[in-house]
C-alpha cells in the first residue's frame, strides 16, 4: 500500500506499456559512485546492503522498490537490462538485494542495449511502441528512441516520482 508521499503512483489510468525494460546500474542499484563492475566479490550481505570485498557498499533505496512494485502490481511485465562482462556480479547482486522477484525478464549480456531490445522484441511478440525504456545512461533513450521506443532517461534512481514521469511520457507518445 502507497503513503501519502507516493501518490503519484496511485492511479494509472489509459494505456500502459506491455514490458518496462530498466537499465540496472544507477536507475536501480546504487553503488555509491564506482559501477558495480568495479566492485570486488565476494559480497557480504548486511540488512539491506551489499558490501563487496573493500567495504563498497551497493543498495537499492526503499523508493525504488516502492517503484518496483507498483510497476509490478500493475501486470506489466518487467525487465532489467544490463550490457555488461561482468554478468556473474550483476546477477549475484540482484539475488543478494532480493530484487529477482521483480523480475520477469533479466537480460544480462555482452550483446549492445539496442540489440538486447530487438532480441526481446522479436522473443516475446512486441512492437517496439508496446516498450517503455528508463535508464540513467546518457544518449542511451535517445538509441532507442531511434528505434521507435518510447524511451525515459533518468538522472536518479528509479523512484515513484520519475516512474510517474516515465508512465506519462509513454502515455504522451504513443502513436
Known amino acids: 500500500m502507497l503513503d501519502k508521499k507516493h501518490a503519484e503512483l ?3 489510468e489509459g494505456s500502459k506499456p506491455k514490458l518496462v525494460v530498466l537499465g540496472l546500474d544507477g536507475c536501480i542499484l546504487d ?11 565476494p559480497f557480504e550481505r548486511d540488512a539491506n546492503e ?5 567495504d563498497n557498499p551497493v543498495r537499492v533505496a526503499e523508493k525504488t522498490k516502492i517503484g518496483l512494485q507498483w ?3 500493475q501486470d506489466i511485465v518487467l525487465c532489467v537490462l544490463c550490457s555488461t562482462a561482468r554478468s556473474d556480479i550483476a546477477r549475484q547482486l540482484l539475488r543478494d538485494l ?3 522477484s521483480y523480475f520477469q525478464i533479466v537480460s544480462i549480456t555482452t550483446d549492445s542495449p539496442k540489440n538486447q531490445i ?3 522484441k522479436k522473443s516475446h511478440g512486441l512492437e517496439f511502441d508496446d516498450i517503455l525504456y528508463i535508464d540513467h545512461v546518457a544518449n542511451r533513450p535517445q538509441d532507442m528512441e531511434s528505434m521507435g521506443i518510447i524511451a525515459y532517461e533518468t538522472n536518479d534512481l528509479l ?5 510517474r514521469q516515465a508512465m506519462d511520457l509513454y502515455l504522451e507518445n504513443l502513436p
Open 10 to 12: 496511485e492511479s494509472l
Open 31 to 41: 553503488c555509491g559512485g564506482p559501477s558495480f563492475t568495479q566492485l570486488c566479490p
Open 50 to 54: 551489499v558490501y563487496d570485498s573493500n
Open 71 to 73: 510497476l509490478f502490481d
Open 98 to 100: 532480493d530484487l529477482e
Open 118 to 120: 530487438k532480441d526481446l
Open 159 to 163: 523512484n515513484p516520482k520519475n516512474i
